[in-house]
């Protein structure tokens, strides 16, 4: 029988599902929700010591549907991290590990460039009972104008330096949430590895413009007529996200062996997380599919994902994670590949036309072998 089970950095999981750190994840309320319903996981709304510097403005969303369907598929986001204050958070982590003991509560917290807010933060999430960190270096709109998310996580020295406090700081595990307005992933990644941290989360959201209303002639999400850059999220990301996944896992394979990483960005189904969990991923998030289906859509996913796996006869995670990053080469190998594949074929088909003796003909190829007997 498989097993959707799972030990990642030591955090026990029913499940690979995790709801990744925004709305989904923005007070206890609808963290313990989403336990009721059977997640293996929750991260956090990003949590910051002082909320007050915190505003964020309506609408802050915009979509994108298909034509043909209607159903949404890519999703821009202006929001900031989370405007409640670091107090009430902290009386929320208490209640919320009161009420589901079991239930894995991995804090996602960002903080201003200076090693004692960090370092302050990790500990009272600690001695709140958070079973776990992700470090967001990653918002790409917002909070940047304050040197925050994304501003350190583009820059792999930052980085190193402040993983590094965060590390100092912390007893359990830590995952630092990668930006992908990168040129190679790789590198901030391995940054945040090389500073100590347990594991990586990627993506999050892609810096976009989602487009510009042409009755209006003013961008969208329109706040007084006027916008700014946003996150870009939901299916339509999950072909980068999965190229990045399969760019860190590669990498967390040769240098950092035992590290974890864990993959988001646009899944929606069990089929979805399989092909993150096959390039590499210890764990999936789900962030925007969450603000689409609502916190039951985990029965289904499990269910795809456990069907998935009883088709290959898999038992358990660990039984294809990463199978799928042996397929990737080089261009130049793949020509070489073929042009190898085309030559041994054309052989194969030169040999079987080749008629020595009467035992040889072949009722598929008949004709073909009759006209070279013509030809001779
Ligand atoms: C409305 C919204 C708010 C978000 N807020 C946060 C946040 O506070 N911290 C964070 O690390 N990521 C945040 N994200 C990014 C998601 O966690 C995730 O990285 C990204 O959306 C890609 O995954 P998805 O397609 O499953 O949403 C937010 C995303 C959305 C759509």
């Not at 999703?75 to 405007?83: A, C, G, Q, V």
């Not at 929320?92 to 903080?111: N, R, T, Y």
């Not at 590390?167 to 090389?194: D, F, G, Y």
Request: hydrophobic content about 40%; charged content about 25%; proline content about 5%.
């Amino acid at each position: 029988m498989a097993t959707l089970e799972t030990i990642v950095n030591g955090m026990k999981m029913p499940n690979p599902f995790i709801i990744g750190s925004g709305p989904p994840g923005t007070n206890a309320n609808v963290i313990c929700k989403a336990f009721d319903e059977g997640w293996g996981a929750v991260i956090c709304k990003t949590v910051s010591l002082d909320a007050s510097k915190v505003i964020n403005v309506q609408p802050r969303y915009a979509r994108l549907r298909s034509r043909t369907s209607g159903e949404i598929y890519g999703w821009e986001n202006i929001e900031l991290i989370s405007d409640r204050s670091f107090d009430v958070w902290i009386d929320e982590f208490k209640q919320i590990k009161d009420k589901h003991p079991e239930g894995c509560l991995i804090a996602s917290v960002m903080e201003e460039y200076n090693r004692d807010a960090w370092q302050e933060i990790i500990g009272r999430c600690e001695a709140a009972g958070v079973d776990g960190f992700e470090l967001n270096m990653s918002c790409p709109h917002g909070l940047p104008e304050r040197r925050m998310g994304a501003a350190m996580g583009e820059n792999p020295e930052i980085l190193k330096e402040v993983c590094g406090w965060a590390m100092e700081a912390a007893t359990k595990p830590v995952w630092a949430k990668m930006t992908p307005n990168v040129a190679h992933i790789e590198e901030p990644s391995r940054s945040s590895l090389a500073a100590g941290c347990d594991g990586i989360s990627a993506i999050n959201t892609i810096r976009s413009v989602i487009g510009v209303d042409l009755d209006t002639l003013r961008p969208e999400p329109s706040v007084e007529g006027y916008t700014t850059p946003g996150g870009y999220s939901c299916q339509a990301v999950m072909p980068i996200a999965l190229r990045m996944c399969m760019e860190i896992a590669t990498m967390i394979g040769k240098e950092f062996p035992g590290r974890t990483l864990s993959g988001l960005g646009g899944i929606e189904t069990g089929g979805d997380a399989a092909q993150f969990i096959l390039l590499g991923s210890d764990t999936v998030q789900v962030c925007t599919g969450v603000m689409k289906m609502g916190y039951r859509c985990v029965k289904p996913m499990c269910d795809e994902l456990l069907t998935f796996m009883e088709k290959h006869k898999f038992e358990t995670l660990n039984d294809f994670r990463g199978h799928s990053l042996q397929f990737f080469t080089t261009h130049s190998d793949l020509v070489r590949r073929q042009t190898e594949a085309r030559a041994a074929k054309q052989a194969a088909f030169e040999r079987k036309k080749m008629i020595l003796t009467d035992g040889q003909w072949d009722g598929d190829d008949f004709v073909d072998q009759s006209d070279a007997l013509a030809r001779g």
